[in-house]
């Protein structure tokens, strides 16, 4: 069963909506509710927060109106897996527990929108057109981007490789944030049996990553922007470097004077990565602070963007300026995972710090990932032995070798679900293209 189209502006066409709620009465009173609304349409109706996300799937209804306590499944849980498999539904929320706690999870959940029973009618249609109105940003870009080929690195002619090519770019508008530490040890951490990883230095000047693995190059990613046109599985094994731990790295330039030679052509990096994507199952991008062409065209063609921020005010102000800018660009909301870095524990927290759930008010985002504070002596311990931290120390739930490998199993068993059924709550959608203006971007 499907249900009709999601109306245009200024189009005469129907809100098409799932109901889902565990009890039979509860359900059948709000369809009475809606069915007064000729702008409204009840497509489906779902008992258990499994049977929801079936019909999601299914119907791909407009607006979902939940409730949180069912039997199998709780509202929350069905949202988080809705909002992953079906974006341009919205889901609104509804519960006799109206305290701030169930509103922060709904909301984190995904859900846009928040109704405490018993329901007023007047507020009940109101949030649906609202909402409705809000998403249509969202129903939009699902609807383009189904139009589109695949947004994952397809294999280019010539370059042979059959393997899902996910390209997650690391980025702080902040320097200092860690972004490096965080792109060495994530690359380690995706690196499991039967996986193939790709670490890529693109921060041009300064990239520290030689450093880091304590790697030496004779070639490096300023050999291969003029032969992008060229570029072949041979030519590119040439260049990369192997790491003692199997792990390929694409090295940036071996001095600062030598990045002109790669901003001469700033589309080249993401021409590269998208030609080669198919050779790995992950490549993991280490770029600078500035959003310049060649670090946009690489935000762009990513899977996953790992916004680094740590808890100061400053560097969460600048995180707030990108996110604007990444709505601006349209990318998904879950596209962008939210990394906090050197975070305080509560009770150590200074007051130069800002606490992570005010941050996340601020932002009106979840953090993905918290990384501790921790002695700066076992991060340079292991760049003097040209390790990544998570490999310095064979206990592995020490708290900087235990979060940083976390995060690297989170976002592995979110790119590649080993159940497809049943997929992890971790945000994330294929990129889209940006809109023209943006720095004067075409």
């Known amino acids: 069963m499907s249900g009709p189209k999601p109306k245009q502006e200024g189009s005469t066409g129907v809100i098409t909506i799932l109901l889902v709620d565990d009890i039979p009465e509860a359900r059948e009173n709000i369809k009475k509710l809606l069915a007064f609304e000729t702008d409204f349409k009840v497509v489906g109706t779902a008992g258990t927060g499994r049977e929801a996300v079936d019909l999601a799937k299914q119907l791909k209804p407009d ?28 889901v ?236 601006q660009l349209q990318y998904p909301q879950d596209k962008t995972l939210l990394t906090l870095n050197k975070v305080w524990e509560e009770s150590q927290r200074k007051n130069a710090t800002l606490s992570v759930e005010k941050i996340q008010d601020y932002l009106r985002r979840p953090v993905f990932a918290k990384i501790p504070v921790v002695d700066e002596r076992i991060v340079l311990s292991a760049i003097n032995r040209g390790v990544p931290v998570i490999a310095s120390d064979r206990d592995t739930n020490k708290p900087l070798i235990r979060d940083l490998l976390q995060l690297a199993d989170v976002l592995h068993n979110a790119l590649m679900p080993a159940e497809e059924e049943t997929p992890q709550p971790v945000k994330g959608k294929p990129q889209t293209s940006p809109i023209s203006g943006i720095f004067g971007r075409k």
């Open 63 to 90: 607006i979902i109106l939940t409730d949180i306590n069912m039997p199998d499944m709780d509202g929350i849980t069905a949202t988080r897996l809705i909002t992953e498999a079906v974006p341009q539904t919205a």
């Open 92 to 327: 609104i929320m509804m519960s006799v527990q109206n305290d701030t706690d169930y509103l922060r999870k709904a909301m984190l959940a995904g859900a846009r929108n928040f109704l405490s029973k018993p329901i007023d009618m007047d507020e009940l249609y109101n949030t649906i057109r609202t909402v409705y109105k809000g998403h249509e940003a969202m129903r939009r870009q699902v609807e383009m981007m189904s139009q589109v080929p695949t947004a994952v690195p397809t294999k280019a002619a010539g370059v042979e490789g059959d393997r899902p090519g996910h390209i997650i770019a690391v980025y702080s508008p902040q320097g200092g944030a860690g972004v490096t530490t965080i792109a060495t040890n994530l690359a380690s951490g995706l690196m499991k049996e039967g996986i193939k990883v790709l670490l890529v230095d693109a921060d041009l000047q300064f990239g520290d990553i030689d450093v880091f693995l304590n790697l030496q190059a004779q070639s490096t990613m300023v050999d291969l922007v003029d032969n992008v046109e060229d570029l072949d599985t041979e030519l590119f094994d040439n260049i990369v470097v192997t790491h003692n731990s199997g792990l390929k790295v694409l090295m940036g330039p071996a001095r600062p004077e030598f990045a002109d030679e790669v901003r001469q052509h700033p589309k080249a990096p993401a021409e590269i990565l998208r030609k080669v994507a198919g050779n790995y199952d992950y490549i993991v991008v280490d770029t600078n602070t500035a959003l310049d062409e060649m670090v946009l065209e690489l935000l762009d063609l990513a899977t996953r963007i790992i916004l680094v921020s740590t808890t100061t005010l400053p560097s969460v102000k600048n995180t707030r300026f990108v996110l604007d800018l990444f709505d």
